[in-house]
């Protein structure tokens, strides 16, 4: 494919799109990304072979540069660096401004943003669900660190923590790691839930996340969170982790809470791959616009999406936006709720 | 998975998700659907092996009720059927009413709707794009009749048609077919296309997709369409073909136009099979809300968007629905606009 060699020398681009109302991340860097993946099946990856793994400890110097790590010294636990092939430059000097572009009138932005990688664990082999809650807590913890680091940059609107379990969930290394994708626009999906809150505030006075108490949807709770399968998921099997008390932005979240979200995460991960036959996944963190303040968020509430892949979108959802889901959620619940794993310390 | 089983006795159901801020299809009869794909590689089915295949000429009696078929003889060159397994229940009786459910304050409505499955070509091994542009002009107007037929029904306020082609977008059978699913609620996609159409037109004066002509974008056209890749194209070699003309609806387009239309399609569809080897593709006729009126469209223009499936969305795209194209439209547009093809008759 000529196309991409053509690509390697140009910036990240952000183009809206006004007929389908969404901006895009134009990224050649994207198409250069190696993979350690055999196959598209996360088994067949040999997890015990980390020679040649960037992310393992020992390799540090095969990465791109470091933002930080847990504890900070040769033995550390977690790292936060930046993404070797980022979707979005750090480097883009000047402000984000609008220009017209090729003669359509359309908006484009200089794709400004930061693209961070959190190696969950220094040992290839070891994964978040097998990892103890309290270093699954230094994981969430790294995240909330790395947000508030990035709020201070005024032209970043929002940032995204995922993710990606095995290739077919989009994981191009299988070390065990999430990443942060800060943006210097609004994505989409955040403005649409955004929308779809706000109304529910303004009709019913109460925040939609504050209210969720349905016996039949939940699978677990625990002391400050509560775990359910929403009552219209998007995807089977698709789960939230909720705070209980109201709160918009996952990174104000206080820091003593974040082990307890560490096990309840820990247990659903686990619950997911014993029904589900350890599916590749994903999981999203969904907060709030960083440069909105949590006091004029009463409709806002973050939460945390896991998604086991298990079924591929096609034309009909591509085309619509609109997704068919073969799993009732009161039922994907019951199957989840009935797992008996002990909350892993 | 014990949860599939216990869902089959049941109605298909749109849910409201308040956060998500869209509509789901919660429906059973898709986990029982059979496959006759070996793999997730298209390559790898039998194209010759049509004994088992209820889409192939003589097994007309394996299949869901039949819809038309053209021409109306037992020699015919294509068929409109129901599907075997719909997402969504034409026979659920009564209006979609809307009700309180699960305790959670949220909407759900009946799963009524269509569901029906255009058999493109009686022959097993034929694939769309080597049928002749007279054929799947033929196709095209298949869709329009059978939107038309449905338009008569009140409730209806979507058609979306789509095509998957190959397992790994999201086709379960090889038989060369499309599908149109007719829908109760206007789904999100189309909801964010018209607010974004509408948006342009009160900015500018125009529709945005009569005013596209830029040459970079440009890969082919013809008497009164055009065939680019769009500006800010959300996947890498998406395309667009639009009419040149201001048109809203799809199904009210001309008849006569719909040879030139599949000529151009079937151009695209070779293309894209050359250029980049043959890969499993979705497209969609991205057209307007049935109960609207032409008239009151000005800013509304149909088209029909290729997509061929190249990269996988991972948790960054199912968080944000921002997506990470590392294609630059216009590199994409050259390497799609220099393969040189005779236009098929």
Same mark, same amino acid.
């Given at each position: 494919?000529s196309?991409?060699?053509q690509?390697?020398?140009?910036r ?6 006004p007929?389908?109302n969404?901006?895009v991340?134009?990224s ?9 993946f055999k196959?598209?099946?996360?088994q067949? #990856?040999?997890?015990g072979d980390?020679?040649?793994?960037p992310?393992c400890i020992?390799n540090e110097?095969? &990465?791109a540069?470091?933002?930080? *790590?847990v ?7 977690l *790292?936060?660096?930046?993404?070797l092939y980022?979707?979005l430059? *750090?480097n883009?000097e000047?402000?984000?401004?609008e220009k017209?572009d ?6 484009a932005i200089a794709?400004?943003?930061f ?8 040992v290839?082999s070891?994964h978040l &669900?097998?990892?103890e809650?309290r270093d ?6 790294? $995240?909330?660190k ?5 709020a201070?940059?005024?032209?970043i ?13 989009g994981?191009s290394?299988?070390?065990s790691?999430?990443q ?6 609004i994505?989409?999906a955040?403005?649409?839930?955004f929308e779809g809150?706000?109304? $529910?505030?303004k009709?019913?006075?109460k &925040?939609?996340?504050c ?9 677990d709770?625990s002391?400050h969170?509560?775990s359910?399968?929403p009552?219209a998921a998007?995807y ?5 982790i909720?705070?209980?008390?109201h #709160?918009?932005h996952?990174h104000?979240?206080?820091?003593d809470?974040?082990v307890e979200?560490g096990?309840?995460l820990?247990?659903m ?6 029904q ?7 999981f999203?963190?969904q907060?709030?616009p960083l440069?909105?303040k949590?006091s004029?968020l ?11 892949q298990?079924?591929?979108?096609g034309?009909?959802?591509?085309g619509s936006? &609109? ?5 009732f ?17």
């Amino acid at each position: 494919m000529s196309s991409q060699s053509q690509n390697t020398g140009r910036r990240p681009e952000l183009r809206h799109d006004p007929v389908a109302n969404r901006w895009v991340i134009f990224s050649p860097a994207r198409a250069k990304r190696p993979t350690d993946f055999k196959s598209k099946s996360p088994q067949n #990856s040999n997890p015990g072979d980390n020679s040649s793994c960037p992310f393992c400890i020992g390799n540090e110097h095969e &990465c791109a540069p470091e933002i930080f *790590r847990v504890p900070s010294d040769p033995n550390w636990k977690l *790292r936060v660096i930046e993404n070797l092939y980022p979707a979005l430059s *750090r480097n883009i000097e000047g402000p984000c401004e609008e220009k017209e572009d090729m003669g359509v009138p359309a908006r484009a932005i200089a794709g400004f943003g930061f693209h961070d990688v959190v190696i969950e664990n220094p040992v290839h082999s070891v994964h978040l &669900c097998d990892m103890e809650a309290r270093d699954i807590g230094q994981v969430l913890l790294a $995240y909330k660190k790395r947000i508030q680091q990035i709020a201070s940059v005024e032209s970043i609107k929002y940032v995204q923590v995922f993710k990606n379990h095995g290739a077919s969930a989009g994981a191009s290394m299988s070390h065990s790691h999430s990443q942060l994708l800060a943006l210097p626009i609004i994505p989409s999906a955040v403005s649409a839930r955004f929308e779809g809150m706000n109304e $529910y505030f303004k009709k019913t006075g109460k &925040c939609s996340l504050c209210e969720v108490q349905a016996k039949e949807l939940l699978i677990d709770e625990s002391t400050h969170f509560i775990s359910i399968v929403p009552f219209a998921a998007t995807y089977p099997f698709e789960m939230w982790i909720i705070p209980r008390a109201h #709160s918009s932005h996952f990174h104000e979240f206080d820091c003593d809470k974040m082990v307890e979200l560490g096990g309840l995460l820990k247990l659903m991960l686990r619950k997911m791959s014993l029904q589900l036959n350890n599916p590749p996944f994903n999981f999203m963190i969904q907060t709030s616009p960083l440069q909105v303040k949590e006091s004029e968020l009463s409709y806002a509430h973050w939460f945390l999406q896991i998604v086991p892949q298990l079924s591929g979108a096609g034309g009909f959802e591509m085309g619509s936006g &609109c997704y068919i889901n073969p799993v009732f959620p009161e039922d994907a619940a019951k199957v989840l709720r009935e797992v008996n794993l002990p909350v892993a310390g």
